[in-house]
């Protein structure tokens, strides 16, 4: 039996096998979209946090049958090249260090400013709760994240 999941927008069929797997490894193995990354293995960290339906989700727990029917959103979909407000903000706030983390840092702070709420300090711990850095940038990414709300706010 196939199941058909919709990522960065073009349609994917799976077999049996891969509906069972965890979307992480379906996005990086069988589709190559490796920026969304392993961290821990129990949706703790936030570095597979990719979109369902605009909605984060970690995609280490979340079996790819859960995805049929959804829209799926990487960090390649984000935007195709690099302009995502997000991401210009993230260059210009020198935010990495590693690297590691930071597609599943983007992603959360994506949904924020999707859900066009008020970007404050409150909203953005909210929003990123779960999302570890081990680097240790948080200062830099609030600032990536209020940089990006003022960008929006502006278009």
Same mark, same amino acid.
């Given at each position: 039996?196939? #199941?058909?999941?919709?990522?960065?927008?073009?349609?994917?069929?799976?077999?049996?096998?891969?509906?069972?797997?965890?979307? =992480?490894?379906? =996005?990086?193995?069988?589709?190559?979209?490796?920026?969304? /990354?392993?961290?821990?293995?129990?949706?703790?960290?936030?570095?597979?946090?990719?979109? =369902?339906?605009?909605?984060?989700?970690?995609?280490?727990?979340?079996?790819?049958?859960?995805?049929?029917?959804?829209?799926? #959103?990487?960090?390649?979909?984000?935007? /195709?090249?690099?302009?995502?407000?997000? &991401?210009?903000?993230?260059?210009?706030?020198?935010?990495? &260090?590693?690297?590691?983390?930071?597609?599943?840092?983007?992603?959360?702070?994506?949904?924020? =400013?999707?859900?066009? #709420?008020?970007?404050?300090?409150?909203?953005? #711990?909210?929003?990123?709760?779960?999302?570890?850095?081990?680097?240790?940038?948080?200062?830099?990414? %609030?600032?990536?994240? /209020? %940089?990006?709300?003022?960008? %929006?706010? /502006?278009?």
């Amino acid at each position: 039996m196939m #199941t058909e999941i919709m990522v960065n927008g073009a349609p994917h069929a799976l077999d049996a096998a891969d509906a069972d797997m965890p979307l =992480l490894w379906v =996005l990086r193995d069988r589709l190559k979209l490796t920026g969304t /990354k392993f961290g821990c293995g129990g949706g703790f960290c936030g570095a597979c946090t990719v979109h =369902l339906d605009g909605a984060p989700i970690r995609a280490c727990i979340t079996p790819a049958s859960a995805a049929a029917g959804h829209s799926v #959103t990487t960090i390649e979909g984000l935007s /195709k090249d690099g302009t995502h407000p997000l &991401q210009r903000a993230w260059v210009a706030e020198d935010v990495p &260090q590693c690297g590691y983390c930071q597609s599943g840092q983007i992603m959360s702070a994506a949904a924020l =400013l999707a859900a066009g #709420t008020p970007v404050n300090d409150e909203a953005i #711990t909210n929003a990123m709760a779960g999302n570890i850095c081990r680097c240790g940038t948080y200062g830099r990414i %609030r600032q990536a994240i /209020k %940089r990006a709300a003022d960008e %929006r706010g /502006k278009a």
